[in-house]
């Protein structure tokens, strides 16, 4: 009788990671742990959007609780503070603050909807893709830069624009 390794969360995406042609560098840095993926998730992110790995079901089935921690939202509702790095997926829905001198770095998609409020001398980019929508209050002394690659925008408070979809 032969036993069949049980396939893992890491092990199952690493399949699908290659399947789409994941480099090899990226392949070198694998790991089986959650949190680590979670944080290669960020250092990947071009690749993760292009093949949208992971599905946002698998996140919310194979990731819960540890990418919630890494600020990756996958159908959930939310609210946090001056995250350095934020990703709202599928029909998350929330709302994100940043003040002070926090710095913040936010890749929007699916459907998901954010509600922005930044103040102070924070800074903030934002990625929109797909269907997401993004609501914007802004009094910091900084923009907050826009890199839309789909999406809408609500509000016009100090913030800039960079329509991507035109790009050639």
């Known amino acids: 009788m032969k036993f069949f390794k049980k396939s893992t969360a890491a092990n199952s995406l690493r399949q699908q990671a290659e399947r789409c042609g994941a480099c090899q560098e990226g392949l070198d840095d ?11 998730y960020y250092r990947y992110i071009d690749f993760c959007i292009k093949h949208n790995l992971p599905a946002v ?9 540890v990418a919630e921690r890494h600020g990756i939202f996958a ?11 934020l990703s709202p997926l ?3 829905c929330g709302d994100a603050r940043y003040d002070q001198y926090g710095v913040g770095c936010i890749y929007l998609r ?7 409020h930044v103040c102070d001398q924070a800074v903030v980019r934002v ?23 789909g999406g809408e925008v609500a509000g016009c408070e100090n913030i800039i624009i960079r329509d991507r979809e035109r790009k050639e």
């Open 90 to 92: 599928g029909m998350s």
């Open 75 to 85: 159908n959930s509702e939310f609210s946090v503070s001056n995250l350095s790095y």
């Open 30 to 40: 694998w790991t089986k742990d959650k949190d680590g993926l979670c944080e290669r």
């Open 110 to 116: 699916h459907h998901a909807k954010l509600r922005l």
């Open 127 to 149: 990625y929109l893709y797909d269907h997401a929508l993004l609501e914007v209050s802004n009094t910091s002394k900084h923009p907050v830069y826009i890199y839309k690659y």
């Open 57 to 65: 079901d698998f996140i919310k089935e194979q990731f819960a609780g």
